[in-house]
């Protein structure tokens, strides 16, 4: 089934948008992906119609807007192929998900324990397990990768050990598109007895997400790259593991029971959703997820694929053009240099065309000094993109290439 890839884009206001005149190429979806017109209503349709707390009022109101909430955890629920919808924990996105798994997990370490994370890692999947690491005592080991990008794996297996307690790595490589083989690496950390966390931001977009395929104990995503708001995401977890680990933020909602000197936690979800959550948010989240589900994902796929393979045989035949990032296996995106020419003037140069693109260290600095560089220019592709836009890149590329000769 092909996909009506102009239908699709005209779900989207934003895209008829101009920039100086010029229509929008949005080429920075790993960034944030742009909001369909399904969940801008979503979300008005809330605040105009339905707008009150959650799990408190006595009031019709509140009972609407709970309703509205709970349904929009059953439908990631269902999306990710979780067990139970508790396992769905409401966050402010990947970041916030990844610090309440890292913050319990320093409470659990000790000094001789290990934490294994790759050299592709966000510094949201990396900073959190040195400060985990470092208020516990325990050792932060790092698996490199090849200069293709794709991860080591036989460094990965020498580096797992009877000590490592917790191995992270994320789905896709925000800043090269690399996807890891996270059902194997997964396996192999079971079988030392580490628990799994899988960072999701950039994997779940792509689709076909199935949590109990992976095997992973924690996976981690953010609604606003998956068409959704932003300041909402997911924390997925095993019931079984959610339900014994430590908490991290502590208030309202999450307790059970309080005296002036002690406290008790409640149960799943509720003793790790700590305060008022995003209502509005998880709304909007769940209304992205229905609308994603209804899409076929296969054709999707294929859509994205062709998008990377022209981009990539155009990128190849451009004097001047260095690729960061060729692993064989990889969703759309192209990282790139351009000889001469800092990746920032290349942005500014490019937006002055309506290109959209990313520049700077895609917040993965180390993975950039690995490369021995400061950053790239990274254009990332999504479903409503299109092939045109692509041939839009290249010819803002040449502008570029001319003005900074």
Known sequence: MSLDVAALRAQFPILSKTVDGKPLVYLDNAATTQKPQAVIDALVDFYTGTNANVHRGAHHLSDEATRRYENARTSVATFINANVREEVIWTAGTTEAINIVANGLSQLLAEGDEVMVTELEHHANLVTWQQACRRSGATLNV????????????????????????????????????????????????????????????????????????????????????FGPTGIGCLWGKKEVLETWPVWQVGGEMIKDVTYHEATWG???????????????????????????????????????????????????????????????????????????????????????????????????????????????????????????????????????????
């Open 143 to 226: 698996v490199p990768i090849f200069d293709s990008g794709e991860l080591d794996v036989e460094a990965f297996d020498r580096l797992l050990s009877k000590n490592t307690k917790l191995v992270a790595f994320p789905h896709v490589s925000n800043a090269l598109g690399t996807v890891n083989p996270i059902k194997a690496l997964t396996q192999k950390a079971k079988a030392v007895g580490a628990w799994v966390l899988v960072d999701g931001a950039q994997g779940i977009a792509h689709g076909g997400v199935d949590v109990q395929d992976i095997g992973c104990d924690f996976y981690a995503f953010s609604g606003h790259k998956l």
């Open 267 to 405: 149960a799943l979800p509720n003793r790790l959703e700590a305060g008022t959550p995003n209502i509005a948010g998880a709304i909007g989240m769940g209304a992205a997820v229905d609308w994603f589900s209804a899409l076929d994902i296969n054709a999707l796929h294929a859509h994205e694929q062709k998008l990377l393979a022209y981009a990539t045989e155009q990128a190849e035949a451009f004097d001047g053009m260095r690729i960061i990032g060729t692993a064989p296996n990889k969703v759309g995106v192209l990282s790139f240099l351009l000889e001469g020419a800092h990746p920032a003037d290349v942005g500014f140069i490019l937006d002055r065309q309506g290109v959209a693109i990313r520049t700077g260290d895609n917040c993965a600095q180390p993975l950039m000094k690995r490369f021995g560089i400061p950053g790239t220019a990274r254009a990332s592709f999504s479903i409503y993109n299109t092939l045109e836009e692509v041939d839009s890149l290249f010819a803002a590329l040449k502008k570029a290439k001319m003005m900074l000769a």
